[in-house]
């Protein structure tokens, strides 16, 4: 793909109160009762332990968020020393392989990046998971894993933000519109990063071996793995379109039994 786009990724500090808000997120009753894709609320107890045994399932989110906002921006405060040194270590990982893989990464979706986005922005903080925005091309890492989790999570937060493109290219998406849980395309992006992220054409660059949720490995489908389904797919693909669609249709099938067992 000649003349092709190709983004870099600049590291930055989390804002404070935004990293209060993902931590308020993963603890609010209402969105835990929604979204059971990953033990959101046990791994933010694992990180900050000091909110073990605060919450209740009737405080409201902003009962929540008066809890968690000291002991996270004091949290912050102490570890400022060690997000500084994770931003630093991390930028220096990621200019010694952004382009490369990014360009083998559009190159294997053939898939075209907004010329307007050249920059894929990864925010560091003090957070469980791995929050990310696909219109804004944002994801978020915490300091609390070592750098290869961070450089894995990463890998696989941006293949969500190449897929989307793709996406976009053959579908179209409405103006700031992403996949979210439980949507079809939400269990197409997560599925996808098995196959796609595995390939030897990536793996060369970066060779951290990517898994999708554990669940896809364990819940079954007429006998047969969720994962598995997707990856034989993917293994008898013509191209990567054809994949993407028989891999939709798949989902699509099976939608409310994936909600009902993968969260």
């Known amino acids: 793909m000649e003349n092709m786009v190709v983004p870099h990724i600049t ?5 404070p109160l935004l990293n209060v808000s ?40 902003n009962e929540i968020y008066n809890i968690v906002e000291p002991i996270v921006l004091r949290e912050l405060s102490l570890r400022q020393e060690e997000l500084n040194q994770r931003i630093d270590t991390l930028q220096q990982q990621f200019q010694s392989f952004d382009k490369e893989l990014l360009h083998n990464m559009l190159s ?43 450089i894995k999570a990463s890998i696989h937060e941006i293949n969500h933000f190449v897929f989307y493109e793709k996406w976009k290219q053959m579908h179209g998406f409405p103006e700031g519109v992403e996949p979210m849980h439980p949507e079809i395309l939400w269990f197409l992006e997560e ?23 554990e669940q896809f490995y364990v819940q079954k489908i007429e006998g047969t793995t969720v994962m ?5 797919l993917y293994k008898h693909k013509l191209s990567i ?23």
Not at 202 to 210: R, S, T, Y
Not at 248 to 261: A, G, N, P, S
């Open 22 to 61: 993902f931590i308020t997120k993963f603890l609010d009753p209402e969105f835990l009762a929604k979204n059971k894709s990953r033990p959101f609320s046990e791994g933010v107890y694992e990180l900050l332990p000091s909110l073990r045994g605060k919450i209740e399932d009737t405080m409201t989110k």
């Open 191 to 213: 599925l996808i990063v098995d196959p796609t992220l595995n390939e030897p054409m990536l793996q060369e660059i970066v060779p951290i071996p990517q898994k999708a949720y």
């Open 241 to 263: 379109e054809q994949f993407l669609e028989e891999a939709h249709e798949f989902i699509k099938k099976h939608h409310l039994t994936l909600v009902k067992t993968c969260g």
């Open 228 to 232: 598995t389904h997707v990856n034989e």
């Open 11 to 15: 590291v930055n500090m989390i804002d």
């Open 108 to 150: 294997l979706f053939h898939a075209t990046w907004p010329k307007e986005q050249e920059e894929i922005i990864c925010y560091v903080g003090y957070i469980p998971r791995c929050p990310r925005n696909c219109v804004t091309k944002e994801f978020f890492v915490t300091s609390s894993m070592d750098i290869e989790t961070n």
